[in-house]
């Protein structure tokens, strides 16, 4: 996991711990270190914030022996790759729900994503993550567009004991979210997660058909799920669905698999929205709670 980020850290780490800190050939480290940045899924603006907040610190402080500013420099990266992470509201799922919960009401969650990105296998992690902390859940299907979706949602839902709403193909989607809700309402179920089509972001039609489904739930959260293997990709996508929809909050797919791990970076900041969870394999249970620290560690190379 993120082994190619990690090494180009680790190579930017040695060179800078063994130049002096006033050399002129310091310039050439840093533009090594973004190229290395940018070929590993990290967006441009994310790589200058990185690279700008290590270069204050190296240029501006006294560092002694070789240890101590291999250390120095260390720490420096890992601060400024929790400051490109770290989200300005955090966003805890279980508090909202709860909130609702007491008002008696369901927390309403909408998913986005294009084809492919996992979003209803994500969906059916988090129920399952949900029922074992006792919530009630129920699935919409407000994906009336591609053929097949229905009967993979309605797979999940046999399997987690759940109930899953629907309209034939072709039908209004949004119809499908307020019918959810209605019915989570009635009978004091906790949780309602709307899964939308997947569609590319510039299609126009459909993402005007995912701003009528969210006039309809407004939702409690609007919830971006990419695939981390998607490379620049996936930043574009969720940069779109923000701008035109608005998001709350991401969850990035197949992050076990992901070498480069330059996503999670630039989708944080790129939309200024936390990431939540991240999936890490094929188990309803291989979902785990996205943690800033968590990444930093892996990327940055204490040992």
Not at 164 to 186: E, K, M, Q, T
Not at 270 to 290: M, N, R, W
Request: proline content about 3%.
């Amino acid at each position: 996991m993120f082994e190619k980020l990690r090494k180009a850290v680790d190579g930017f780490v040695h060179r800078v711990s063994h130049k002096s800190v006033s050399d002129s050939n310091l310039d050439d480290a840093f533009s090594d270190l973004q190229i290395a940045l940018l070929s590993n899924d990290v967006a441009l603006e994310a790589a200058e914030l990185i690279c700008e907040r290590i270069r204050e610190k190296v240029t501006s402080e006294k560092i002694g022996l070789l240890q101590s500013k291999r250390k120095f420099i260390l720490e420096t990266l890992h601060e400024a790759v929790l400051e490109a992470l770290k989200p300005k509201s955090p966003i805890d799922l279980l508090k909202i729900i709860e909130k609702r919960k007491k008002e008696r009401n369901p927390a309403v969650l909408m998913f986005l994503g294009v084809n492919g990105t996992g979003k209803t296998t994500t969906i059916a992690k988090l129920t399952h993550m949900l029922i074992k902390r006792d919530y009630s859940v129920v699935l919409a299907c407000a994906d009336t567009f591609r053929a097949g979706s229905s009967e993979q949602l309605h797979t999940h839902g046999e399997r987690l004991k759940v109930r899953v709403l629907s309209r034939p193909y072709g039908s209004d989607p949004a119809s499908v979210a307020f019918d959810a809700i209605n019915h989570a309402r009635a009978r004091g179920i906790n949780v309602v997660f709307i899964d939308t089509a997947g569609r590319m972001q510039t299609d126009k039609n459909l993402m005007a058909e995912l701003e009528k489904i969210h006039r309809v739930a407004k939702p409690d959260l609007v919830i971006f799920v990419g695939d981390a293997l998607a490379g620049n990709d996936v930043i574009s996508q969720a940069k779109t669905f923000n701008e035109i929809i608005g998001i709350d909050a991401a969850i990035l797919t197949k992050v076990d698999a992901d070498t480069k791990g330059g996503a999670a970076l630039s989708i944080a900041l790129a939309t200024g929205k936390p990431i939540i969870f991240v999936g890490v394999g094929q188990e309803y249970s291989d979902l785990e709670e996205f943690r800033p620290e968590w990444f930093a560690d892996k990327i940055v190379p204490f040992s």
